[in-house]
């Protein structure tokens, strides 16, 4: 009698796993850019000083320009911005046309239609937000500013092939023949 048994092997290998580790993490994580927006949106930021007194590091709020909304237009917007740019989102495909190398339709599509939905979201609540009318062209080319190359991100689906040069996974199967069982059936 003759069984088979089966070895199924798989890794999966970093080429150098702290650095690689860190490099998905940087192009995955998106709390810089939403960071950035919400600074720019409050005309402030928070850094890290040292009190010159005690020497314990503490949270300062530093003005850089005039709040562009108040704080229920802030949040209202961060949250309906950070629905696109997330790390599922940009992990996503816009493919490139067919015989036109270089150019994704459905990439420019998406920009044209953001640009419309952001317009008319900040448009249509900018008195309930406090927006000054002469910022509403800033506002939205300044967020627009950053989708862009965000989204570009998609095209051709590079985000993804680009895992390929830091994450390798392996697999491999063995298949190996036992004997056993009485000798007169072999």
């Known amino acids: 009698m003759t069984t088979e048994t089966q070895n199924t092997n798989s890794f999966s290998q970093f ?7 860190n490099v998905i993490k940087i192009r995955l994580d998106t709390t810089a850019l939403l960071s950035d927006i919400e600074s720019f949106l409050r005309g402030s930021k928070d850094i890290v000083v040292q009190d010159k007194v005690t020497g314990n590091l503490v949270m300062q709020t530093i003005n850089t320009g005039k709040a562009k909304m108040n704080e229920a237009g802030l949040r209202t917007l961060l949250n309906w911005i950070s629905a696109t740019v997330n790390s599922q989102v ?5 493919p490139y046309d067919k015989g036109n190398s270089g150019v994704s339709t459905a990439y420019n599509n998406y920009i044209y239609n ?11 609540n900018c008195v309930d937000w ?17 989708i862009k190359p965000f989204m570009s991100r998609l095209i051709g689906n590079k985000e993804r092939d680009s895992y390929a040069d830091t994450i ?19």
């Open 130 to 146: 406090d927006i000054n009318d002469n910022d509403l062209e800033g506002l939205i080319d300044f967020v627009m500013n950053l």
């Open 15 to 21: 080429s150098k796993p702290r650095q690689d580790y």
């Open 90 to 94: 940009v992990q996503g495909n816009f």
């Open 168 to 186: 390798k996974t392996v697999d491999s199967q063995h298949l190996m023949q036992k004997s056993g069982g009485l000798k007169f059936f072999k």
């Open 114 to 124: 953001y640009r419309l939905s952001l317009m008319n979201t900040i448009i249509i």
